[in-house]
């Protein structure tokens, strides 16, 4: 299988190439508007490079794409490969306006494409875990999720500045971290949620982009916060709490308690997320399945983040 990689300076993209590598995938092309990030790339796995994406698809003959670029220039990115029929993996969140999604996702559907999106959440331990134990959880009536991070200064140092820009990223730890939580929300309760409340702070940095978000959701059962950051700790934390009718999973320090009534497991939930999220995503394509996350799905997730940004409390947003 013949597959290229688009926008490689993005900084997941890495660990997408070393899983494709590693999965003895054939890697035939990457492209970058940065030609000297797109070069070294191209060493590396030894393959070709173009500085215009248009370029490459129009020149080679590729089976599959790895999808990256700025968030606002996402949606043209999407928009050729399904114009081309070309199968493809896109980073989240797709864009920074849902409804432009939205009609990516009615385009991509009539054409019946393989449309991935780099929920990786979805196919982890933890997650799968917590599948597994909604039967004995009872009626999921509360929702934590945190994810807080390193200071927003990395994407500089990552060749990313373009993170820190509003008009080009849409939004900043929301529309970067919050996505995979929101997905979560969407995901576990099989329901789509809407905004209760939206805290949206740069009090730190500064930034045209916040460094803190709080947004709490609802659906017909559930309430849910997702709380996510920037902060200058380099030291990523992530925690859930999934409250039950009949029981309580956390995750805390890379581990999974479970605790229905007197009974309590742990498990160690250490893996490599995007190693196991390529390998599937290939394996679903060649099988004819279904991707683990559609654009349907990172549509439905773009319209809480657009939400959130322009419910949040008054004097709070940038």
Request: glycine content about 4%; aromatic content about 10%; hydrophobic content about 35%.
């Amino acid at each position: 299988m013949k597959i290229g990689l688009i926008e490689v300076s993005h900084w997941h993209s890495g660990m997408y190439i070393d899983a494709l590598v590693a999965l003895g995938e054939n890697i035939v092309a990457v492209s970058d508007r940065n030609e000297l990030l797109a070069k070294r790339v191209a060493d590396k796995v030894k393959c070709r490079y173009y500085t215009d994406y248009r370029e490459m698809l129009e020149r080679e003959d590729l089976d599959f794409v790895f999808s990256f670029g700025r968030h606002v220039d996402m949606p043209d990115i999407i928009e050729s490969l399904i114009d081309r029929e070309i199968p493809f993996n896109t980073e989240k969140p797709c864009g920074i306006d849902y409804k432009t999604v939205e009609k990516l996702t009615e385009k991509a559907s009539e054409k019946k494409l393989f449309t991935s999106v780099s929920f990786v959440k979805r196919i982890s331990i933890k997650v799968q875990e917590i599948l597994d134990s909604l039967n004995k959880i009872g009626e999921v009536k509360y929702m934590y999720f945190k994810y807080i991070t390193g200071p927003p200064s990395r994407y500089i140092e990552w060749k990313c500045p373009w993170m820190l820009d509003k008009k080009l990223a849409g939004g900043g730890c929301l529309i970067n971290l919050g996505v995979h939580y929101i997905d979560l929300v969407h995901y576990l309760t099989r329901e789509e949620a809407e905004v209760k409340y939206s805290l949206i702070l740069n009090k730190v940095y500064e930034l045209s982009v916040e460094e803190y978000a709080l947004v709490v959701l609802k659906t017909s059962k559930t309430y849910s916060v997702v709380e996510v950051a920037y902060t200058p700790c380099h030291k990523s934390e992530e925690y859930f709490s999934i409250i039950g009718t009949s029981g309580r999973i956390i995750l805390s320090e890379k581990k999974l308690i479970k605790c229905f009534g007197k009974q309590k497991e742990v498990i160690d939930v250490k893996e490599n997320e995007y190693f196991k999220f390529v390998e599937e995503t290939i394996n679903r394509f060649k099988g004819r399945d279904k991707p683990i996350a559609s654009l349907e799905d990172a549509a439905k997730v773009l319209k809480v983040v657009n939400e959130a940004y322009s419910r949040a409390l008054p004097n709070t947003s940038n």
